[in-house]
């Protein structure tokens, strides 16, 4: 199970940090991704972060603006946003592969997902 937090209403060039609190087993060997849908939309990738934390990928229209990382102790991982801007508005939702390896940025890659938590980007 999947558990999303942190999300809300924030200004353009706000901040935010998103927390996804995983529960199960082996935590810690598994990669974990950031999506997000936006009304009408297929989910986006945003970011995935490796097992360990070593490693970690982003969409291009989230570089340099967002960091993807993990306390596998507190089997968390987190989503932290500087420099939002309103077309980041979108329910952002972590997801984890069934096997652990690192995956793609497709959604069907991704087997385990979160409800998700509303990110609103205002002018």
């Known amino acids: 199970q999947l558990v999303e937090s942190g999300g809300g209403l924030v200004q353009a060039g706000g901040s935010l940090k998103l927390s996804c609190v995983a529960s199960g087993p082996d935590f810690g060997a598994y990669s974990m991704a950031w999506f997000r849908q936006a009304p009408g939309k297929k989910p986006e990738f945003v970011a995935i972060i490796g097992w360990d934390g070593a490693r970690s990928d982003y969409a291009e229209s989230v570089k340099g603006r967002f960091t993807c990382s993990r306390d596998n102790a507190k089997n968390t991982v987190y989503l932290q946003m500087v420099s939002l801007k309103p077309e980041d508005t979108a329910i952002y939702l972590c997801?984890?592969?069934?096997?652990?390896?690192?995956?793609?940025?497709?959604?069907?890659?991704?087997?385990?997902w979160g409800q998700g938590t509303q990110v609103t980007v205002s002018s």
């Open positions: 997801a984890a592969p069934l096997l652990a390896y690192y995956p793609g940025t497709s959604p069907g890659e991704y087997q385990y």
